[in-house]
């Protein structure tokens, strides 16, 4: 999360939601459903709503502000300044931190980040994987929420946005390897985000679907050893 991450998201803190919904208008959905997925996901694989839970990467807070709609303990870490400046005016109810440094040690049951990898050059991801380490209770889970290159689909949205011009995306193979390289264990990855909004009838579907490689996004998660 370095600085010249932080100054190119300073660039679009004002139109980072613009881009983001123009992004995403193929799927007929606005920008809250991905997130609110996401939400959905994270209680799904079991995670307390009474426990403390760390947005690592929280941007604007498109997602803190769903999170803090079913958690009750919600921080977030954002070091573009002015996008973490947006994420606390527009969600009061979390604890933004700018600084990596003010993040609470050994605090959180659950880390999410939430397509962030995708922009952390690749020999810096490991130092990002050990900071969500050591923001983790023993036994707390790490949620690495990442865009699946196995679909075209996605693969074609990434190219054409414009924020996501330095993205290197993740496969699913490095995603575990990352966890267990960075000592989690019980790492798993499920498949998610399968039906657009046109076939939304389907979407009751989508957790029997995990192990489908055709999902348009993965979940990646493992827990810190101990607890």
């Avoid at 929280?58 to 803090?68: A, D, F, R, S, T």
């Avoid at 977030?76 to 993040?103: M, N, T, W």
């Avoid at 929420?145 to 330095?166: G, I």
Wanted: net charge neutral.
């Amino acid at each position: 999360m370095s600085a010249k991450h932080a100054k190119k998201f300073d660039a679009y803190a004002e139109s980072y939601e613009q881009l983001h919904a123009k992004n995403v208008a193929l799927t007929g959905e606005e920008t809250g459903y991905f997130s609110q997925y996401k939400v959905e996901c994270l209680l799904r694989a079991g995670v307390n709503p009474a426990a403390p839970l760390l947005d690592f990467g929280c941007g604007i807070g498109n997602m803190l502000e769903k999170l803090v709609g079913s958690f009750s303990v919600v921080h977030g870490f954002e070091p573009s300044e002015l996008s973490a400046d947006k994420a606390r005016e527009r969600v009061p109810g979390a604890q933004v931190h700018h600084d990596v440094s003010d993040i609470p040690k050994g605090a959180f049951e659950a880390v999410v980040l939430a397509c962030v990898l995708h922009h952390v050059p690749v020999a810096e991801r490991a130092s990002v994987m050990q900071q969500a380490m050591t923001a983790l209770v023993p036994g707390g889970r790490l949620f690495i929420f990442e865009h699946n290159p196995w679909n075209p689909l996605t693969r074609r949205a990434v190219s054409t946005c414009e924020f996501d011009d330095d993205a290197i995306l993740l496969w699913p193979g490095e995603q575990r390897r990352l966890l267990r390289d960075a000592g989690f264990e019980k790492v798993k990855l499920d498949y998610i985000v399968f039906f657009p909004a046109a076939v939304s009838f389907l979407r009751p579907l989508e957790p029997r679907l995990r192990w489908l490689f055709a999902g348009a996004q993965t979940m990646t998660y493992g827990r810190k050893p101990g607890g």
